[in-house]
């Protein structure tokens, strides 16, 4: 129940406190030197998608191969 009462304490403060001072961080850049190609991003997404779902297509289909117990 103690658990409970803290998280609804916790919730509940920020609230109670009234208005607060937000910092928020900005950034000021240049522009590109070069703009990125199209041909670039295509290849930069798809190193990104092989990275992320290629390990669990692996795992996918090996699954059989780490059911059998040897």
């Known amino acids: ?4 009462l803290r998280t609804m304490a916790n919730r509940a403060a ?15 850049s240049k522009p590109p030197k ?3 190609g199209v041909v670039e991003t295509a290849i930069g997404m798809g ?3 092989l990275a992320i779902l290629g390990p ?7 699954l059989e191969d780490y059911k059998k117990k040897d």
């Open 47 to 49: 190193m990104f998608s």
């Open 34 to 36: 070069e703009n990125i």
């Open 14 to 28: 920020p609230a109670l406190r009234g208005h607060t001072v937000t910092q928020k961080a900005s950034m000021y």
């Open 56 to 62: 669990s297509g692996w795992i996918l289909a090996h």
């Open 1 to 4: 129940m103690s658990g409970l």
